[in-house]
């Protein structure tokens, strides 16, 4: 049986200050940088077996890969489907903002700009096929955001409307998944 290994990337400015940041390119701060080298020892230390990085476009997630590839010299490849979800008018709104709340139920919202749920479960679920069709004989590391981790928790899990809104993992979190 095959796995593949999630995490969130470091910590960014609009992470502190409770903002959404969606598609909105984001660096890391200086805890960011520090959360990732740790999860870069750590993983250098436990030796899980991960063969490769596939790492989000977004520079918050590309740093964070960096800093773990240095770390581990597990080699990385960045993979544009693993892309935070534009979230269109509301980037860098209040993360728990009420009408963001709402509108984060309706699947089938562009959010004035940006991209539906449905949309983005296709082309992450589309990733996550690919990589299981290739995990008998390599494990990957995908490095990318809170968004995309609901979207990963719930290609392994059944999940409530409400779990499925409320999932979230902390920066440099990591994750197992068995397919």
Known sequence: MGKVFFTRHGQTIWNVENKICGATDIELTELGHQQAEELGRKLAEEQPGIDEI????LV???ETARHISEMTGIPMRMEPRLKEQNFGRFESTPRNGEEFMEAKSHFLDHY???ETMMHLCQRVYNLLDDVKAESDHK???LV????ISRIVQSYFYDMTNE????FGIKNC???EYNF
């Open 54 to 57: 596939l790492y989000s476009p």
């Open 60 to 62: 918050r997630a590309a």
């Open 112 to 114: 004035d700009g940006g």
């Open 139 to 141: 494990t990957y590391l």
């Open 144 to 147: 990318a955001h809170n968004g």
């Open 163 to 166: 779990e499925f809104a409320h």
């Open 173 to 175: 979190e990591i994750r």
